[in-house]
C-alpha cells in the first residue's frame, strides 16, 4: 500500500474558483511534508514545506495545512488561474532519510 | 544559475541497446538522484547517491546503474533496454539527504 495517498484524483475547476487538495500519509515517524507543482512536460517544484511543529504554510495563492496527528494534509487554491493547471504532488519523508514517499498526485485542470 | 539539467530531452531506443543519460547540477549539492515517472504510479527512486564516490539502490534499480565520479554529474545508463523501460525520467538534488529536491526538466525515453 502506498504511503501517501492523494484526492482527488482529478479534477476540472472553473478560472477564479477556489479548490482543496487532500494528502493522506502512513510515513511515521515523519519529519516534513512537501507539495510539489508539476507543469506538463517539466519536473516538479516545491511549493511549500511543512514540519512536524507546523500546521499551515502560504505560498501566494496557495495554502498547505498539516494535521501531524491524523497524518493529513490539504492543498487550498485560491481565485484559481489557468496558470494552476499541473499536477500537485505530496511529498512525505521520515527523519534522517533522503529516500522520500511520494504521492501519485492531484491532477488540476482550470478552464476559462 | 542552470540548476540542474539532463540530456538528452527525449530519446526512442531499440530494445537491446545501451544508453546513458545525462544529469548535471551547478548547486554543489552533495546529494542526487534518479527518479522514473509512470502514468498512475508517481515518481519511483531508481538509484540516489548521498555525496560523490557513494551510491545506493532505490525502490526500482534492476536494469540500471549510476556512478559518482564527482560532485556535479550523475549519469544513469541502461545496459540492455527493454520496453519496460519507456519513461520519463527525472533527475533530483538536494544540499543535504533530508533538502528540498530539486528536479531537472525530465528525460522522456521510449524503447521500442
Known amino acids: 500500500k502506498n504511503q501517501v495517498e492523494q484526492s482527488p484524483q482529478s479534477l476540472i475547476i472553473l478560472e477564479g474558483k477556489n479548490c482543496t487538495l487532500q494528502?493522506?500519509?502512513?510515513?511515521?515517524?515523519?519529519?516534513?511534508l512537501r507539495w510539489y507543482k508539476q507543469d506538463t512536460g517539466r519536473g516538479p517544484v516545491s511549493l511549500t514545506i511543512?514540519?512536524?511543529?507546523?500546521n499551515t504554510k502560504s505560498n501566494g495563492r496557495y495554502t498547505a495545512t498539516l494535521d501531524a496527528d491524523t497524518k493529513q494534509s490539504s492543498l487550498h487554491i485560491t481565485a484559481s488561474q489557468l496558470s494552476d493547471s499541473a499536477s500537485y504532488i505530496c511529498v512525505v519523508s521520515a527523519p534522517g532519510n533522503n529516500r522520500l514517499a511520494f504521492g501519485k498526485g492531484n491532477q488540476v485542470v482550470v478552464i476559462p | 544559475t542552470a540548476g540542474i539539467t539532463q540530456a538528452p530531452t527525449s530519446q526512442i531506443l531499440a530494445a537491446g541497446r545501451s544508453m546513458t543519460l545525462r544529469c548535471t547540477q551547478d548547486m554543489r549539492h552533495n546529494a542526487m538522484y534518479w527518479y522514473r515517472q509512470d502514468l498512475g504510479l508517481g515518481l519511483r527512486l531508481i538509484h540516489y547517491?548521498?555525496?560523490?564516490?557513494?551510491?545506493g539502490k532505490g525502490e526500482v534499480p534492476d536494469g540500471y546503474s549510476v556512478s559518482r565520479a564527482n560532485t556535479d554529474d550523475f549519469p544513469l545508463t541502461l545496459a540492455s533496454a527493454v520496453p519496460s523501460q519507456t519513461s520519463v525520467y527525472f533527475c533530483?538534488?538536494?544540499?543535504?539527504?533530508?533538502?528540498?529536491?530539486?528536479f531537472g526538466p525530465g528525460t522522456r525515453l521510449t524503447v521500442l
Open positions: 533530483a538534488s538536494s544540499v543535504g539527504t533530508s533538502g528540498e529536491q530539486f
Open positions: 511543512m514540519t512536524f511543529s507546523e
Open positions: 547517491s548521498n555525496t560523490a564516490g557513494t551510491t
Open positions: 494528502c493522506n500519509y502512513t510515513v511515521s515517524p515523519f519529519s516534513n
